[in-house]
């Protein structure tokens, strides 16, 4: 991590995190956790969101989840409050692209899986999770999305028009969660080192460091610090926002 992190104090905080077992999900857990809120991963990798928790400590509660079921959300929703009581924060950060195709190659399979676990995932886990909040009259929710969504992406039709739901399914909660004081936001990453793009090949890798303005890849500490902003005090008057931290020339 670049720096001294962010000093945000969540003690208290009951902090609920998608994707947690690697990558930005897990950097986002250990931020979180070292600024004091209790954490639940969900992941379909339970083993590696059980080694995340183990770098936690006690408060941390790894959950085998796949976004893309509603009754495996439900159960990790629920598997939350048995242990916890409550859930202050969450962080959706579980999804990802599914190959390269262009349209007119993609089958119905494989447009509905992309779709299902970006979209429907996004859906099914803050839907969730708005009833829990709901009910707590407060809450704050924060959507991991991409640039993608706005921009589109060569080839990955489904993908980006998945993140463009995302953005679309955070605004619409804002407005209907907000009288309940619930914030909802979004935030592009921009790409971002971590396993899925490390699995490319160098060419790819160097073709998407070109396109960044800045010449290089986030690192997902730095994703978190943002994401440890965008859920702590500092912006509880913030919501129905899609914040992108810099966008690819192509």
């Given amino acids: 991590m670049n720096g001294a992190p962010i000093k945000v104090d969540l003690s208290g905080k009951v902090a609920l995190i998608t994707g947690g077992a690697s990558g930005i999900g897990r950097a986002c857990a250990e931020l979180l956790g070292a600024s004091r809120a209790r954490i639940a991963i969900g992941d379909l990798n339970l083993a590696g969101a059980q080694e995340v928790c183990s770098t936690i400590g006690s408060d941390a509660l790894a959950i085998a989840a796949d976004v893309a079921d509603s009754a495996s959300v439900q159960g990790m929703v629920d598997a939350t409050i048995a242990k916890f009581g409550q859930i202050d924060i969450l962080v959706h950060c579980a999804g990802g692209a599914v190959g390269r195709k262009d349209v007119v190659e993609l089958t119905d399979e494989e447009w509905d899986r992309a779709i299902r676990v970006n979209l429907y ?16 009259k407060n809450g704050t929710m924060l959507a991991i999305t991409s640039d993608r969504g706005l921009y589109g992406d060569k080839s990955r039709a489904a993908y980006a028009a998945a993140k463009g739901g995302d953005i679309a399914l955070v605004k619409t909660l804002a407005l209907e969660l907000g009288q309940y004081q619930i914030t909802v936001n979004a935030l592009n990453p921009g790409t971002t080192n ?17 396109a960044d303005p800045l010449g290089k890849l986030s690192e997902p500490e730095e994703i978190a610090e943002m994401v440890l902003f965008l859920t702590g005090p500092a912006a509880k008057f913030m919501t129905g926002q899609l914040i992108t931290t810099r966008m690819r020339f192509g």
């Fill in 194 to 210: 971590t396993p899925a793009v490390r699995s490319g090949t160098a060419s790819m890798r160097e073709q998407r460091i070109k």
């Fill in 121 to 136: 995932g996004a859906m099914y886990v803050m839907r969730a999770v708005a009833r829990i909040m709901i009910a707590q």
